[in-house]
């Protein structure tokens, strides 16, 4: 496997902690933005200010604060913290990086084909909940630290939004979301088609379970005794008995020869 193969090669070069130290740097961001709101424009990533020589912005767009509220960048940056670590903790250090790096160049990439734009690193931290949420998906988030909610839903809904902006969004906007979820297919894709395929065969073997249940038989008539029916002998005679309940029928062998059926008496 080649994610393997990379860990062999690199694994020495991961950064451990590495969602600690993009929360930290984001942390001095939002506190420099209190002091100066010109600095957020100064460390975001704009391709043509990188073109003009200011490459530093390949590295301080990731320190962007989650907004400059100071409750919801609170919530955002315990979530990632949350999930981040998690993470870290299931891939390994490694692993996560090459996460986190395969976003950071899907965003970079995405910046540079519209190079006027201004790009954060948001869908690289929203790619960090979508892979939690696939991993832990009955996992219960309190929202604002008050609702509590699955967090499956949660990640539908981000997937209906990226769904609907990927429909009907410009090509910055399909562009956008496709290098925000490049990392997770990257990880999950195989997963997420194999789950897909499995979804579709159990359709499959529900709707013909539910037609044949719904399956009109494909005799007349069957004798209540042995089974035989008007298609495996069309020249048998049925009769059916008066005294049996149930309106049974009977092959002429068993007509007379049979247990009479009585609901509240029992069997003759």
């Given at each position: 496997m080649l994610i393997n193969y990379l860990e062999k090669r690199f694994g020495r070069f991961a950064i451990p902690n590495l969602t600690v130290l993009l929360i930290a740097g984001q942390v001095l961001a939002f506190g420099a933005?209190?002091?100066?709101?010109?600095?957020?424009?100064?460390?975001?990533?704009?391709?043509?200010?990188?073109?003009?020589?200011?490459?530093?912005?390949?590295?301080?767009?990731?320190?962007?604060?989650?907004?400059?509220?100071?409750?919801?960048a609170l919530f955002a940056w315990y979530l990632f913290h949350l999930m981040g670590t998690a993470l870290e903790h299931y891939w390994g250090t490694f692993r996560y990086n090459l996460f986190l790096l395969i976003g950071y160049l899907a965003t970079v990439a995405d910046g540079f084909l519209t190079p006027d734009g201004f790009i954060t690193f948001g869908y690289v931290q929203a790619s960090?909940?979508?892979?939690?949420?696939?991993?832990?998906?009955?996992?219960?988030?309190?929202?604002?630290?008050?609702?509590?909610?699955?967090?499956?839903?949660?990640?539908?809904?981000?997937?209906?939004?990226?769904?609907?902006?990927?429909?009907?969004?410009?090509?910055?906007?399909?562009?956008?979301?496709?290098?925000?979820?490049?990392?997770?297919?990257?990880?999950?894709?195989?997963?997420?088609?194999?789950?897909?395929?499995?979804?579709?065969q159990m359709m499959r073997r529900q709707a013909k379970r539910i037609a044949s249940a719904r399956k009109e038989p494909d005799y007349f008539h069957i004798c209540a005794v042995c089974g035989l029916t008007d298609k495996s002998d069309p020249k048998m005679d049925f009769r059916y008995c008066s005294r049996c309940n149930g309106n049974l029928a009977y092959c002429s062998q068993h007509l007379q020869d049979h247990n009479h059926v009585r609901n509240d008496e029992g069997d003759e």
């Amino acid at each position: 496997m080649l994610i393997n193969y990379l860990e062999k090669r690199f694994g020495r070069f991961a950064i451990p902690n590495l969602t600690v130290l993009l929360i930290a740097g984001q942390v001095l961001a939002f506190g420099a933005q209190m002091v100066n709101p010109d600095v957020l424009e100064r460390i975001v990533l704009i391709p043509n200010r990188v073109l003009d020589g200011e490459v530093q912005r390949l590295l301080t767009f990731m320190f962007v604060p989650p907004g400059d509220i100071l409750f919801f960048a609170l919530f955002a940056w315990y979530l990632f913290h949350l999930m981040g670590t998690a993470l870290e903790h299931y891939w390994g250090t490694f692993r996560y990086n090459l996460f986190l790096l395969i976003g950071y160049l899907a965003t970079v990439a995405d910046g540079f084909l519209t190079p006027d734009g201004f790009i954060t690193f948001g869908y690289v931290q929203a790619s960090v909940f979508l892979a939690f949420a696939w991993l832990n998906p009955y996992f219960e988030l309190r929202i604002m630290f008050i609702l509590p909610v699955q967090i499956r839903w949660l990640a539908l809904l981000t997937w209906i939004g990226y769904g609907y902006g990927a429909a009907t969004g410009t090509w910055e906007i399909k562009l956008q979301i496709a290098a925000a979820v490049l990392n997770f297919f990257v990880f999950f894709g195989r997963e997420v088609w194999q789950r897909l395929l499995n979804g579709r065969q159990m359709m499959r073997r529900q709707a013909k379970r539910i037609a044949s249940a719904r399956k009109e038989p494909d005799y007349f008539h069957i004798c209540a005794v042995c089974g035989l029916t008007d298609k495996s002998d069309p020249k048998m005679d049925f009769r059916y008995c008066s005294r049996c309940n149930g309106n049974l029928a009977y092959c002429s062998q068993h007509l007379q020869d049979h247990n009479h059926v009585r609901n509240d008496e029992g069997d003759e």
